[in-house]
C-alpha cells in the first residue's frame, strides 16, 4: 500500500477515535472547552449544556451519576474483657507425715469437713510410748535426787557445785520428756488448715514416709482463678476491681468477685498479664480445677463506625468520601478494627455523616453527589444531593 494511502487510513483512524472519546467520555466536552473547542451538538448530545453548565470550575456530569450511601455511626471498643481461667482453692495443702511408720487408722473420711488441728490418721507409736514413760520416770528421778541435795546443803553436807548439777540434771531430763512427747505426737497425722478431705490415696495399714501423701485439704471457701489479660488492660486493671464469673460448664450461674493480685510483669512471649481473682463459695458449688469465664467492664474507647465498603485506598493511604452540602470530601482516616459489619476509624467525621459506599468510580473531591439509596433504604425524591446531605 502507498504511503498516503496508509497516512489517510491512520488520520481516519485517529479521527474516528477521537470521536468516540468526545462522544462517550464523561467530562471530554468540557475538557475540550477548556482548550478552547467547540464540537457540534449532534456528536456530544448534551454534553455542550453540560459543559457551559460547569463552565465555572464544576465537574463532569459523571459526578451526577447516583449512588448508595451509609451514615456513620459510633462504636465502642475495650469495653469488655473476656477471658477463660482456671479455678483453685484458697488454700490448698497435701499432708505428709513427720515420720515413717505404719499407718494404724484413719479419723476422717473422703469429704470430711475438718478443722486445724484435727487428727486425721494415727502411726503406730508403741515406741514413742515408752520413750515417754522412761523420760518421764528419768525426771521424777532427777527432781528427787536434786530435793536430796537440797537437803543435804542444808546441813552443809552437799557443796554448791552439787545443787547445781542436779538442777542441771533435771532440766536436762525435763527437755528429754518434751521430746519424747513430740515424737509420739507427731506419731498422729493432723490437718494444718481448716478445709475439706479429699479421696485418701492410702488405707490404714500401709507403712508411709515423710513424703507419702497422706490426705489432700482444701479450703474452698473462695476460690481463686487465674487467668491472663492482654498487656493493654495491663494499666486499667487493679486489685478490688469488681468482676463477674461464670463455670464454663454452668453458664448461667455468675458469681461475683474482685480482682484479688496481680503479677509484677507481662509475659514477653504471649504478651499477657497474669490476674488473680477472688470468687466467694458460700455454698460450696465451686471446685478447684473448674474452668471459669471471666468478664470485666471498662470505660471503653469510642471511635467513628462505617461500612467496610466505605474504605478505599490511595497512595497516601485508606479514605472515605463523605458527602457534606451535597458534595463529595475526601477524608483520610486511620483503621483502628476491622468487624464483621464495621470499620472502626480514626478520622474527623462524626455519627450522622454520610459516606459513599457504592459508584464511588463516579465521586470526585468537590463534585455534587446524588444519593439514590440511604442506609438501604431509597432517598427521599424531593431530595437533591444537598438536601440529603443535610437530612443525614
Known amino acids: 500500500m502507498a504511503f498516503w494511502k496508509q497516512a ?4 481516519l483512524v485517529l479521527a474516528a ?5 468526545a462522544r462517550f467520555f464523561p467530562g471530554a466536552p468540557a475538557m475540550l472547552a477548556g482548550w478552547g473547542i467547540e464540537l457540534p451538538a449532534i456528536i456530544v448530545g448534551e454534553a ?4 457551559e453548565q460547569n463552565a465555572g470550575g464544576e465537574h463532569s ?3 451526577q451519576q447516583p449512588v448508595i450511601a451509609s451514615t456513620v455511626t ?3 471498643i475495650n469495653d469488655r474483657l473476656s477471658a477463660i481461667g482456671t479455678g483453685r482453692a484458697r488454700q490448698s495443702v497435701i499432708v505428709t507425715p513427720y515420720a515413717s511408720g505404719r499407718l494404724t487408722e484413719f479419723l476422717v473420711a473422703s469429704g470430711a469437713t475438718v478443722k486445724a488441728g484435727d487428727v486425721i490418721a494415727k502411726l503406730d507409736s508403741e515406741a514413742e510410748t515408752i520413750a515417754v514413760d522412761r523420760a518421764r520416770f528419768a525426771l521424777d528421778d532427777a527432781t528427787a535426787r536434786q530435793e536430796r541435795v537440797k537437803t543435804l546443803r542444808a546441813t552443809n553436807t552437799a557443796t554448791n557445785v552439787q545443787v547445781t548439777e542436779a538442777a542441771l540434771a533435771v532440766d536436762n531430763a525435763r527437755l528429754a520428756l518434751r521430746d519424747a512427747e513430740l515424737s509420739l505426737e507427731r506419731r498422729s497425722i493432723t490437718a494444718p488448715i481448716d478445709g475439706i478431705v479429699g479421696i485418701l490415696p492410702v488405707t490404714a495399714g500401709n507403712y508411709v514416709s515423710i513424703t507419702t501423701e497422706v490426705a489432700r485439704i482444701d479450703d474452698r471457701a473462695d476460690i481463686l482463678v487465674d487467668f491472663w489479660v492482654p498487656e493493654r488492660y495491663a494499666a486499667i486493671i487493679d486489685v478490688g476491681q469488681a468482676l463477674k464469673a461464670s463455670s464454663v460448664a454452668r453458664p448461667a450461674e455468675v458469681y461475683s468477685g474482685t480482682i484479688a493480685a496481680l503479677d509484677n ?4 512471649e504471649s504478651r499477657t498479664l497474669q490476674v488473680q481473682a477472688r470468687i466467694q463459695n458460700p455454698d460450696d458449688r465451686l471446685r478447684a480445677g473448674m474452668s471459669f469465664q471471666v468478664t470485666m467492664d471498662f470505660p471503653g474507647d469510642e471511635f467513628p463506625a462505617v461500612d467496610p465498603l466505605a474504605v478505599q485506598w490511595g497512595s497516601g493511604g485508606a479514605f472515605v468520601w ?9 477524608t483520610d482516616v486511620r483503621i483502628i478494627q476491622r468487624n464483621t459489619d464495621t470499620v472502626l476509624v480514626d478520622a474527623p467525621i462524626v455519627p450522622g455523616d454520610i459516606v ?7 465521586v470526585r473531591d468537590g463534585a455534587p453527589v446524588t444519593i439514590a439509596r440511604i442506609n438501604g433504604a431509597v432517598a427521599a425524591p424531593a431530595a437533591s444531593a444537598q438536601n440529603t446531605a443535610d437530612g443525614g
Not at 477515535?17 to 472519546?21: E, F, G, I, K, S
Not at 455542550?48 to 459543559?51: D, V
Not at 463523605?322 to 475526601?330: C, Q, S, T
Not at 459513599?356 to 463516579?362: C, K, L, S
Request: charged content about 25%; glycine content about 6%.
Open 8 to 11: 489517510l487510513v491512520s488520520l
Open 17 to 21: 477515535a477521537a470521536l468516540v472519546w
Open 48 to 51: 455542550p449544556k453540560q459543559a
Open 61 to 63: 456530569n459523571q459526578a
Open 74 to 76: 459510633r462504636e465502642t
Open 265 to 268: 510483669r507481662v509475659d514477653s
Open 322 to 330: 463523605l458527602v457534606r452540602d451535597g458534595k463529595a470530601a475526601r
Open 356 to 362: 459513599v459506599t457504592e459508584g464511588v468510580h463516579a
